[in-house]
């Protein structure tokens, strides 16, 4: 009978050679990940005190705030994603349509934006506040012609409602489709994905 000691030792030294540089990668792909993370917290950081707090209302800018610690998971898991996807699909890069969509999977899966706990203010415009602060995160990788054709259509809609008369039913635009989605429905980000790259055929 044949011996396949030396065979069989070559084949576990093999495997331990595999496993060790398995753990160095992980090592590194999550030292990569927090660096991520830490760069991409500081720009929606940005994007939330610079640009998205100044368009509320006085009542809403004094009754929220953004809760770091759900941020950073939220980006946390936006990274984790964007990678299982990359693995899967053999890809390098995630497109802007993909980021996009993951950028707001994520954002309304965690709301980072949060009510103060001493406020009693409640409005509209807070109910919706994080539904529109990830759409606004997630439109800065479409490219100007998708973001001008929802725009466009929003504003085309918002007119015809309020011109028309009382027989005539009302028109949703793009826009308030989408918040209606993401409010009430658990969007993939493979799906949000999808409608972005045929949001961008048809502004060509």
């Known amino acids: 009978m ?3 000691k030396d065979e069989e030792l070559r084949i576990i030294n093999k495997e331990k050679e595999l496993a060790a540089k398995r ?3 992980r090592e590194e792909f999550l030292s990569l990940i927090e660096e991520k993370v830490d760069f991409r917290q500081t720009i929606i950081r940005s994007h ?3 640009y998205f707090i100044k368009v509320l209302t006085e009542n809403t800018r004094c009754s929220v705030y953004l809760n770091e610690i759900l941020l950073r998971s939220a980006i946390k898991s936006y990274y984790y994603d964007i990678h299982k996807y990359k693995d899967f699909s053999g890809s390098t890069w995630a497109n802007g349509h993909k980021q996009a969509a993951y950028t707001i999977k994520w954002l309304v899966r965690f709301r980072p934006i949060q009510i103060k706990e ?3 203010y409640v409005s509209e415009e807070i109910s919706e506040i994080n539904l529109k602060f990830a759409l606004f995160c997630g439109f800065e990788f479409l490219d100007k012609a ?4 929802i725009l466009h259509n929003k504003q085309e809609v ?3 409602n309020k011109r028309k008369s009382p027989e005539e039913e009302e028109k949703r635009s793009f826009f308030d489709s989408l ?3 993401l409010r009430y429905r658990q969007l993939s980000g493979k799906k949000l994905a999808l409608v972005f790259e045929a949001l961008q055929l048809a502004a060509k």
């Open 23 to 25: 753990s160095l990668f």
């Open 118 to 120: 001493t406020t009693e």
């Open 146 to 149: 998708v973001k001008d054709l």
């Open 48 to 50: 939330f005190n610079d």
């Open 2 to 4: 044949a011996d396949y």
């Open 179 to 181: 918040l209606y989605d």
């Open 158 to 160: 918002d007119l015809y």
